[in-house]
């Protein structure tokens, strides 16, 4: 995690170097952590949404997802469109990091369950206007990519009505996230004048 971008949107350059350092993150993540734990995600049997697991079920943010298009943005090794293709959903997986989409392809494989997955930043997918139902992004694209490029594009990916959902850590965790660390019990940074953290 690094400063935030005082002045909103980010460049092109910062939007490239910003990808670049989270791939280069990830695939770091993925041999360390991600890829292990990929085949326990995919197993699941219920949806569930972040760090503490609630289930779907309880929080009903979904709702039947049977026969939608569905786009997930940073979908890491895309057990949550796994999930969703579980559930009747058509989900294509976008992210930016090889070596996730390798893992989510490699459990594709194991479990039979397929969808297409494609390489790219949520900031600029290369898939048509208004071809979804829904965008979701569950710590993805929500959590690591530019909110005033990332938003419009899943706004530009939706069909009129369709719906975003996304979960991300809290204004209070990133107000007390230091640029390198754990996050603290106190505020490391100020709200005002805060844009992308990334």
Known sequence: MSSPEST???????VRDSVAANVAQWTKQNTEFTDPSARRHWAAGEIS????SIPESELDCLGEVSGLDVVELGCGTAYFS????KRGAKP???DPTPAQLATARRMQAETGIAFPLVEAPAEAVPLPDAGF???????GASL??????WIPEAGRLLRPGGRLVFLT?????YLCAPDVGAVSEQLQRPQFGMGRIH
């Not at 850590?169 to 965790?173: D, G, P, R, T």
């Open 169 to 173: 850590n809290s204004i209070l965790v």
């Open 133 to 139: 139902d829904l965008a979701l992004s569950e710590y």
């Open 49 to 52: 949404w972040g760090v503490f």
């Open 92 to 94: 294509v997986g976008v």
């Open 8 to 14: 909103g949107a980010a460049t092109p350059e910062a």
């Open 144 to 149: 690591w990519a530019d909110p005033a490029k």
């Open 82 to 85: 796994a999930w969703l293709a």
